[in-house]
């Protein structure tokens, strides 16, 4: 069964760029399910969508944070990345790679990775 | 962008008690709703797409209604493993997650 799994480093200092990978097994990137998410939540908040990736390198972000993001796949390693530029201490949080349950832009999410926390402090 | 609203944002329940939470949207999301259940520590796991139809392997006890900019979502018996944190979400338009609605034990 699919599984999906984050990993990179747990903390981050501002201004710098935070990078987090997400390995799928169980499956191929390029034919699973084809669309790839990132979510995040914030300690003790709720969950905010970051951005989807299509497995031949399309994305979609969300409006406010698309001038610092940047989600990418790469089928060989069956891995999507995702890489958040400029970050501050708003970007502390729980970052959740997940897959889109139907396949398509803007779905619902039924496979979820364990999550991996990341910290912005210097 | 479309603004998602739950409430209430706690809810104290008993085992047995039939319990709804509601959802509403900002503007119109058509049918385009999901629900997560969340407990501490763990993923969120989807319980209702499209508004209505019952995740595979999600208990019937678990359903949603609603249509355009109101949502509910009911769990008709209350058991003692539904005790969690649940969240709506619309994918009408990009994806927005409400604030979630913790339900606690009475």
């Known amino acids: 069964q699919l599984q999906l799994q984050e990993s990179g480093p747990g903390l981050v200092k501002p201004s710098e760029t935070l990078s987090l990978t997400c390995s799928v097994s169980?499956?191929?990137?390029?034919?699973?399910?084809?669309?790839w998410g990132w979510i995040r939540q914030p300690p003790g908040k709720g969950l905010e969508w970051i951005g989807t990736?299509?497995?031949?390198?399309?994305?979609s972000y969300n409006p406010s944070l698309k001038s610092r993001v940047t989600i990418s796949v790469d089928t060989s390693k069956n891995q999507f990345s995702l890489r958040l530029n400029s970050v501050t201490a708003a970007d502390t949080a729980l970052y959740y790679c997940?897959?889109?349950?139907?396949?398509?832009?803007?779905?619902?999410?039924?496979?979820w990775g364990l999550g991996t926390v990341v910290t912005v402090s210097s | 962008d479309i603004q998602m609203t739950q409430s209430p944002s706690t809810l104290s329940a008993s085992v047995g008690d039939r319990v709804t939470i509601t959802c509403r949207a900002s503007q119109t999301v058509s049918s385009w709703l999901a629900w997560y259940q969340q407990k501490p520590g763990k993923a969120p796991e989807l319980l209702i797409y499209k508004a209505s139809s019952l995740e595979s392997g999600v208990p019937s006890r678990f359903s949603g209604s609603g249509f355009g900019t109101e949502f509910t979502l009911t769990i008709s018996s209350l058991q003692p493993d539904d005790f969690a944190t649940y969240y709506c979400q619309q994918y009408s338009t990009y994806s927005t997650f409400g604030q979630g609605t913790k339900v606690e034990i009475k």
């Open positions: 990736v299509y497995y031949s390198g399309s994305t």
């Open positions: 169980g499956g191929s990137i390029s034919s699973s399910s084809y669309y």
């Open positions: 997940a897959r889109p349950a139907r396949g398509g832009w803007d779905d619902a999410f039924d496979i």
